[in-house]
């Protein structure tokens, strides 16, 4: 009853309040008649009251996400399923949803008559413009009795997860070779003879071991072939993913590192449909997922475990990138970096073994801040870093916010190893 009480809305409190003034003037001025009116009228907030709290209309609500993953920058709904249970009458229900911020406005709803045994759909478009995993919640009522005297506030549901994974473009091609782990193209197979074991080669390297040497391919070929037959025909792919807070500019959508993780979950996929295995690893070899190639990309789970994981990542605290050791343990390396020192630039090719496919998208951070002037000033910060990778072997492509998602892979996959290009500007 006291519960009831403190829910008195201002009609409701005005009106207790005109009661206990008619009452008042009734006994001063012994009028019977405005004594029954003050008595009714006192009596009519607290029977309302006196009625919910005996009442105990119970509403109930569910809510389901259509659907419960989504890229950024695309549409998606909230459905809400309302019901009340009990033979009572109920009056108005206002419906409040916790919508964060980045998936758009929160929305309200007023239902004027909540049917008894009959569930109300009712349901609101959100707009997602940040990856992550966002928690839409909870669900509050406001209820009122049907003359508008008592309000409550109830909690209906909680909170319900909805994971904004990267915005996803389609990429074409494959660079040269890719697959094989190695530089070369991957059509060199050599079948040694019947009850040998196929093996994989390619042209001799300085620096190459000679015990390494086939020569029933030399002798064919009439020049140096050696053995890489530790990789595998088809072996995997590893994508490393710099996203430390310091190596990136800007902020919002339009940031570096949110480009910088669309286009590792944009390669992530499009080389598994191809058939690769792709390991997804950060700026300091830290595995983020794990998953086998799939033909025709039929295997959407695997699909999932990246873009789930891409979705979750926050920025690291760390200055600098620190490897290590080979973060792509010889496999085919594709590292998608923000601004890095000389140091780690050095760190990071001095690990990749003589000869192993390593490929590098450098992106001119400080052009995604909007407040660059020239093209060449933009290049000017990771030239020489994409010098340092292209005089250990690199691939090299610069990109800046001027450039495409495809133009950036295209020219990946067109460029020799040795040999870089500004994409969006001249180096």
Same mark, same amino acid.
């Given at each position: 009853m006291l519960r009831s009480l403190s829910g008195l809305t201002t009609r409701g409190r005005c009106l207790l309040a005109a009661g206990v003034a008619a009452a008042v003037c009734a006994v001063v001025l012994n009028e019977r008649d405005l004594l029954r009116v003050a008595v009714f009228v006192i009596? @009519? *907030?607290?029977? %309302? +009251? @006196?009625?919910?709290? +005996? /009442?105990r209309v119970r509403i109930g609500a569910a809510r389901r996400m259509l659907p419960d993953r989504v890229a950024a920058g695309s549409g998606s709904e909230v459905e809400l399923t309302l019901w009340r249970n009990g033979k009572l009458p109920a009056g108005e229900v206002l419906l409040e949803d916790g919508v964060p911020y980045a998936l758009g406005s929160r929305p309200r709803f007023v239902v004027e008559r909540l049917p +008894?045994?009959?569930a109300v759909a009712l349901r609101y478009p959100i707009q997602p413009t940040l990856r992550g995993i966002q928690q839409v919640g909870p669900l509050r009522a406001t209820l009122t009795d049907p003359f508008g005297l008592c309000e409550f506030d109830r909690e209906l549901i909680g909170h319900s997860r909805l994971i904004v994974t990267p915005r996803v473009v389609a990429l074409r091609g494959l660079p040269s070779g890719s697959g094989i782990g190695a530089g070369e193209d991957g059509s060199i197979r050599l079948h040694a003879g019947q009850g040998e074991n196929d093996v994989v080669v390619r042209h001799y390297r300085q620096g190459d071991d000679l015990r390494k040497v086939h020569w029933r391919s030399t002798a064919r070929r009439d020049e140096i072939m050696v053995r890489i037959e530790e990789r595998p025909w088809r072996g995997g792919t590893t994508v490393l993913l710099d996203h430390r $807070?310091?190596?990136?500019? #800007?902020? #919002? *959508? $339009?940031? /570096?590192?949110?480009? !910088?993780? /669309?286009? !590792?979950? /944009? %390669?992530?996929?499009?080389?598994?449909k191809a058939g690769h295995r792709i390991r997804l690893v950060s700026e300091h070899g830290k595995l983020l997922a794990d998953v086998p190639g799939g033909f025709g990309g039929e295997d959407n789970s695997a699909d999932n475990v990246i873009l789930d994981s891409l979705a979750a990542l926050q920025p690291a605290h760390q200055r600098d990138l620190t %490897? #290590?050791?080979? *973060?792509? %343990? #010889?496999?085919?390396?594709i590292a998608i970096l923000g601004t890095v020192s000389n140091d780690a630039v050095n760190e990071l090719a001095s690990v990749r073994p003589r000869g192993t496919r390593s490929l590098a998208v450098l992106l001119d951070t400080p052009a995604f801040t909007g407040g660059v002037s020239a093209p060449e000033q933009r290049a000017a910060a990771t030239g020489e870093s994409a010098s340092l990778l292209r005089a250990a072997g690199w691939t090299v492509v610069i990109a800046d916010p001027a450039a495409s998602m495809q133009q950036v892979w295209g020219e990946l996959c067109g460029t020799s190893a040795g040999r870089g290009a500004l994409i969006g500007g001249p180096l």
């Open positions: 009596g @009519l *907030p607290l029977l %309302v +009251a @006196l009625f919910i709290a +005996a /009442s +008894a045994g009959r $807070a310091a190596a990136h500019h #800007g902020t #919002g *959508p $339009a940031a /570096s590192l949110e480009w !910088a993780i /669309s286009l !590792a979950a /944009s %390669v992530c996929l499009h080389v598994r %490897v #290590g050791h080979d *973060p792509a %343990v #010889g496999q085919e390396l």
